[in-house]
């Protein structure tokens, strides 16, 4: 076993911790809050936001969308330079922190900020990052991902930068309230993909990372099973199950496969489909292809995850497809576009991006994509 673990993010979790914001950034600080389309200014979290900073210096960048766009985004890499801004506050989800990542790392950088995310430009410096989180699914307020869609192509790509780990992240369940079902089916959808990534692979022996990915799993089932009786402790227990999916934690030194959020990538790039959707649509048939590869560790899931009485692949594949459609998921891509070059496509973006042998041991290639695929269009 080996790895090197540090993840810098002091967590501020617990109701009413938005406040704290004031004691984590240093007074001498140009504050850039950025956000998404409105629903902080709905939800009171705006408003708690500017009371914390009211003995700041600060700037507001509004509007990032879902699926977050380089287009809006150097938008505000140039509004933070001319206000010379020296931290950023990411207040939202996914889409604003993974957006803020973004400005924080593109800021010093001269050149066309979509270098970063080719690969062209690897960031040596970027500005100092907190969040505030209000929708629990991808993590982001912990880890050093960020994905961003290129609007012009229609393309999503990520990209890590050891800079990007916001310095703080407060994590208020309470703010989760104002979640369409739609959002909080997504964040448990998201954090059980994440925590199947690095989980439904191959038999490797780490045992601490192989039952904490179990108890998260079995968490995330309690909360889809009881989603229609939410109480205090359903949101807290899925923003702090989301987190720890995807905070590194889970996944140190153990084979991991990713391939159902590459795939998902291209559908939402180009349908914008919410990244969750593309994963509850994809893995169940990914899994279905690729179940002699993964078989092992499907039986250890329904046996340790599940509890199924009759354990098989195609059990623990049918059970993990009925919490997504249990939680009122489409499992079709059809029924979000009626593009008839669905797979030619995805393909197509897949190879440009690099993607030409991947999962856990490089055996998925464009026959197997499109095998995939022609389960889920
Ligand atoms: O934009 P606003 O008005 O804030 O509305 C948002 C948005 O419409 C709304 N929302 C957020 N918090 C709310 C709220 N509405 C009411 N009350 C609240 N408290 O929810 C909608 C979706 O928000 P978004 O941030 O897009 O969702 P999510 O957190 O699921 O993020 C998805 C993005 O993260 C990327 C995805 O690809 C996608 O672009 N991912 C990032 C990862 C990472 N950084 O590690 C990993 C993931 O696998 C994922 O790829
Ligand atoms: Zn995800």
């Not at 062209?120 to 982001?140: D, I, N, Q, Y």
């Not at 916001?166 to 964040?187: E, T, W, Y």
């Not at 593309?278 to 509890?307: C, D, H, Y």
């Amino acid at each position: 076993m080996n790895f090197r673990y540090q993840n810098p993010t002091l967590i501020e979790f617990g109701q009413g911790k938005i406040s704290e914001i004031s004691s984590l950034i240093s007074k001498t600080k140009r504050v850039l809050v950025v956000y998404g389309g409105g629903s902080i200014k709905s939800n009171g979290v705006y408003e708690q936001v500017s009371k914390a900073l009211s003995s700041f210096v600060w700037f507001e960048f509004g509007g990032v969308e879902p699926n977050p766009t380089v287009e809006t985004l150097n938008k505000a890499v140039v509004f933070a330079r001319e206000n010379q801004v020296d931290f950023i506050l990411a207040v939202g989800g996914g889409s604003v922190i993974d957006g803020s990542k973004y400005i924080a790392n593109a800021f010093f950088y001269e050149g066309e900020g979509w270098d970063i995310l080719e690969g062209k430009h690897t960031p040596t410096r970027a500005l100092e990052l907190g969040a505030v989180l209000t929708l629990a699914a991808t993590g982001s307020e912990s880890n050093t991902g960020a994905v961003i869609t290129k609007k012009q192509t229609k393309e999503k790509r990520f990209f890590h930068s050891a800079f990007s780990y916001p310095k703080f992240a407060i994590m208020d369940p309470d703010v989760l309230k104002s979640l369409s079902q739609r959002q909080l089916a997504n964040g448990v959808i998201d954090s059980f993909v994440h925590t199947c990534e690095q989980y439904l692979t191959y038999k490797h022996g780490l045992l601490a990372q192989d039952y904490y990915a179990e108890g998260i799993l079995r968490a995330l089932v309690e909360l889809a099973l009881s989603f229609d009786n939410r109480d205090d402790l359903w949101y807290a227990n899925l923003m702090w199950l989301a987190n720890q999916a995807l905070n590194g934690l889970i996944g140190l030194g153990v084979p991991q496969d990713w391939a159902t959020h590459y795939i998902g990538h291209e559908l939402s790039g180009l349908y914008g489909i919410d990244h969750a959707r593309t994963l509850a649509i994809i893995q169940p048939n990914l899994l279905r292809v690729l179940k002699e590869q993964k078989s092992e560790k499907l039986l250890q899931m329904g046996e340790n995850v599940f509890k199924l009485e009759n354990n098989t692949v195609d059990n623990v594949i049918n059970t993990i497809e009925n919490i997504y459609k249990t939680l009122g998921v489409d499992l079709k891509i059809s029924s979000y576009t009626e593009d008839k070059d669905i797979k030619e496509k995805v393909i197509n973006l897949l190879i440009k991006h690099g993607f030409t042998h991947f999962g856990e041991k490089g055996t998925i290639d464009s026959t197997v994509v499109g095998q995939i695929l022609d389960k889920s269009i």
